[in-house]
């Protein structure tokens, strides 16, 4: 992807160094495409909070992508944010999210929804992805106004443990939603891995059809910082930008978040940068499977969850930075390894080897 | 200013323009030095949400500039994300803040204070400035738990009208507080511009021996965006960052925030972009009293606020971009000119040359 | 009223007392009727949660009295409760209530309103009635998403003062209200006083017509406990049972509010105890008009605002029960006299009395 | 009234009537002794907002009774409301309640605490009761601040499965909570039936000593509402009455409360409610013992959950009135049986009559 660098720019290249970098897909700075344009386009004087001309370009990609002339686009900065927002926009006092245990809006925003004022009901799921027996008994468990009203439905793509929606899946989901009067919300921070990963058969127009609300997200594809809230559905789309200011994530320099998704959805860098994540992905893949080691989930897309020796774990995190998910019962823990738009394929072959070395010498 | 500006940066110079821009202070880019060191150190790899090295570095420069080496300091992207954020951390549901009818908190956050569960108790000011006696007033005024508890005094400086606190205002202002258990909280969006005015008696260490609570801007003075905030109060500190990831305050890749606070902070920028603005400023006040208008407030900041009849308003608009704040019943309006650290002395003079146009054109 | 008393109850006469109790209308027990059939209806089994035969009777009397067959009535046990539940089911986040600085919701009630998240934009009024031009004015100061969205206006009948609405006043603020897509809400704490003073010319019809949302106060209209919040607009009846559930307002033997409601409606009581209130009111009120005292605003209902010297209430208070609403500058203080169903005729006269004796004493 | 009542026990006979009652504990009115005290007070004036004598003598009794003199007392007039205050009372933003998943601030009140802003992290148990291993568990999963800080241990004692704490239980629990820095919290809703029950061996005064706030029910224990929050732990004792008013929590005429608490309090009759509940539930679970039918959770208090196959539900609802917790898959019925302080021994032998004769049916 380094061909793709204009002339001008920094070197995207990383320092040599000795540590491999697994630990997340936010751990390195902008895409030097993104980061040419930002610094191309500093001088020109804007409207603020996102009225300004590069927002309304970057909306019209979007809508573009997405085939849909009357979405709604809104560019909020981070994930947690989004999330919150769009919570707050849908739902009622009395009216709750369902999401499985390992739903983002379950566990990793510090009750951000419940703060809104809002229960997520969650239900259990073995691999993070969301099925419509678990809505089922959401909503055979709230049937009056002693519980919660289940309204919107979160999922995202990729989910939590790197697993993925087909196009059925989704349309299952979303014919369920519809019948039952729920908004289906789709949290898309790692849509770019998803859409370009080899399982996948879901367009962006796809999932714009079948959702009422969703989100690109940029900082895990390549961005500095932004993730950009799609509304289809035409009750969700007055006050958004209330519900946003409210909240705290009405960005004053807005451009910077449209210039951003300029350059990810023209030219398909967006789909480019997943696909990068992705590939460099499969050579950890394979390496691990090489090594006869099991994961905890299946995952075709930028997270990979072996289920490792403690002491192997210890060992490879002398020289890799990754994070130990569980630490399991027998010995082992699920750990995640996580490419990013800079993982160097170098750095992947090194933690194979690197593996390999370990998983002879345990057995030795 | 612009000598300042490595010659490897990107020209700051606007491209000419008819226009001239005193619309607002975050409608530029970003200062060029500061920039440059986001591009220069892109390549670098960080740990995420804030507890980078260039958050710990920025972290250290404000504790050494306020002499507060206990400071807490927190950096989060916006105004209204900050402003929110100290009030869900300082405070209790049923205790209150008190803010002027002014102040950015009581009407210009779209309710975020009261979205997180809070009054803001509202007290008249003629110029924005918070005073002793509109706090007792609140005081007298809330006795019981049939009212609510005012804990948290909000001031900002600047204020939304230009003008500012001295450094003896402030400490009457913060012994009041102290002696009645209040917290003492500074909105510092405009800092910047307050410390560099020729009004100013305080320093950043001032700010911080006076207030429990302040924050410094960095979006109104070149940064991208990025707020500090910086806590001396230890009651404070306790849990700051739950409060500050639950409301979607923690930026993902956090390292962008602290590098656009250690240029600020180094070499005193901070303070060359607050005076770069006053001085723009200046020019426009002196043109101002020249042609014998008045000011709605007495300002020597970067804002300035001349009343002009509405004809003046309508022709001026036509080559510069600037606010109606109020239009008055005598056929008048409140004009707001706004200095950024991209605002051009020429394009100052050509404002300047303009109204004196404008004026003499309506006395003949 | 003693006469409207049947024979079984206990004598609704209180003990002889030195003192005279003008101190609130919710200090005394509850209307003999009224608790009379609390007792008769005491073994009877029922539904809980409001869903019972008494609930649903007392919901019809509504309907009837209101000429309202499509109205939803909810009953709930006080007054702040009930506001709070009402802003809660009407508005979204962003959306604020407007309410003269006066208003319940903007003092009394411990930022019970911003707890649920919303703003209540305070507008000034001499007297505690709400103007078009007020509402006027907060639409203007409430322009864009970065200001609150004012949505619902708040009145309350009688008001804080005493005052009250005539029906033309209503109607120019319900035409205003619709005009503006705005909500008009009623809190009728005191509706008993103010639909039985002489100043009246206001049905629970044309209040019924006029709002979207109402309530009719029991507590101070000689019930224990209950509001019985009236819903005409369509818009607003879903879900209000999850709302008050949400908000702690579900009695579990919610037929117990059924009871004093249908005492209340049946046969007129609830008018009754308004007038009386009121007359007994109108006795202190020409004594003190007799004294030539003057009122800090006119009231022709139960509660009473005289301004007296502070040596002169110093020698009241030895012997009655009476607010201190403000002391004033000049050495007197506005004082509260409010009268309940249980306030006796003679407990009046014992206060004029008192009264002119005072006022001849610190003449000579 | 008072001569109607025998000497143990005021008589609670029902109307006869043809259906038997077991819904609920709250589906009858008021224990005579206690609405006969309401009446005989009903002349007396009082200060509002539980500030009078009645509410103050109550609260004494409150702490003799557990044995904390320096004790705060607050008297709520409902479940759902006590619990939300005491979280919002107890807790910051970003604090959370461990319950299990079916403690009653889980699911049976509408999200009310999620509503105040909190989450309410669900641990499994089979039996409703809450053990050290799931808090532990709670605490392993939340470990940073993207996840939310449990801070307040919720338990109900009964619990909603009718089972009970012994004291060793709630020592353990209580003395994990202070090591761990979190509050712990009971729900007493039903504690006069628990407190009553043969498996018991608390007093009040052991709950006081072991938890830093809980409440003590009267509305499932004979009265015709009311909870006494009793409030141990200094840190939690300031401003409560703020947190009251705020939500909707401040009855009125509060001596309506203190009223009922010292009839309950005075005299045992509290302890005797729940010994009346246990015993008569306990009729009903030899029947259906001698029916050889099984328990879904064992229960020695005032609620009994049979499994029963669904031809028997159906048929014993013809003349009882009772609950279906569950539909089973295997064609049976999860059913709850409630007593309260009126259920008469001679229903509960109807309803084990009856038993009897469709179980010989379904055999034959």
Redesign the interface.
């Known amino acids: 992807m380094a061909t793709t660098t204009p002339p001008s720019m920094?070197?995207?290249?990383?320092?040599p160094?000795v540590r491999g970098?697994f630990?997340?897909d936010?751990?390195?700075?902008?895409h030097?495409a993104i980061?040419d344009a930002?610094?191309?386009?500093?001088?020109?004087?804007?409207?603020?909070?996102g009225l300004d001309t590069r927002c309304e370009n970057a909306a019209q990609l979007v809508r573009q992508a997405t085939q849909q002339p009357n979405a709604d686009v809104h560019f909020l900065?981070?994930?947690?944010?989004?999330n919150?927002?769009a919570c707050?926009l849908a739902l009622?006092?009395?009216e709750?999210v369902i999401a499985t245990q390992l739903g983002h809006v379950s566990?990793?925003?510090?009750?951000?929804i419940?703060?809104?004022?809002?229960?997520?009901f969650?239900v259990q799921s073995p691999d993070g992805k969301m099925r419509i027996p678990y809505i089922e008994r959401a909503l055979r468990?709230n049937v009056s106004?002693?519980?919660?009203?289940p309204r919107l439905v979160y999922v995202s793509n990729t989910t939590e443990t790197g697993t993925q929606y087909t196009k059925s899946e989704l349309e299952e989901l979303s014919a369920f939603c519809r019948a039952h009067g729920m908004y289906f919300f789709l949290d898309g921070a790692r849509l770019a891995s998803a859409l370009s990963s080899p399982l996948n058969d879901l367009s962006l127009a796809d999932i714009a059809a079948l959702t009422d609300m969703f989100y690109i997200g940029a900082?895990?594809a390549g961005g500095?910082?932004g993730e950009a809230l799609v509304i289809m559905n035409d009750a969700l789309k007055p006050?958004a930008?209330?519900?946003?200011?409210?909240?705290?994530?009405?960005?004053?320099?807005g451009w910077?978040l449209g210039i951003q998704f300029e350059v990810l959805l023209r030219d398909n860098l967006f789909f480019e940068i997943g696909a990068h994540e992705n590939k460099m992905a499969s050579i950890l893949k394979a390496g691990v499977e090489e090594c006869g080691i099991t994961f905890a989930w299946p995952s075709a897309s930028n997270q990979q969850f072996p289920i490792l020796p403690n002491a192997m774990v210890t060992e490879l995190a002398k020289d890799f930075d990754f994070s130990i998910i569980e630490a399991l019962d027998d010995g082992t823990s699920i750990v995640r390894l996580c490419t990013s738009w800079?993982t160097q394929e170098d750095e992947c072959h090194r933690f194979v080897a690197a593996l390999k070395r370990v998983v002879s010498s345990a057995v030795a």
């Not at 920094?10 to 320092?15: D, F, G, I, M, N």
């Not at 419940?114 to 997520?120: D, F, R």
């Not at 106004?145 to 009203?149: F, N, T």
């Open positions: 920094t070197s995207p290249t990383p320092p160094s970098n630990a997340s936010y751990s390195s700075g902008v030097p980061l930002m610094v191309r386009e500093n001088t020109a004087r804007h409207v603020g909070y900065v981070g994930g947690t944010q989004t919150l927002v707050a009622r006092p009395w709750a566990t990793f925003e510090c009750g951000a419940e703060a809104t004022g809002h229960k997520v969650v468990e106004e002693h519980m919660v009203l900082t895990k500095m910082f006050n930008r209330y519900c946003i200011k409210q909240r705290g994530g009405l960005l004053a320099k910077m800079a």
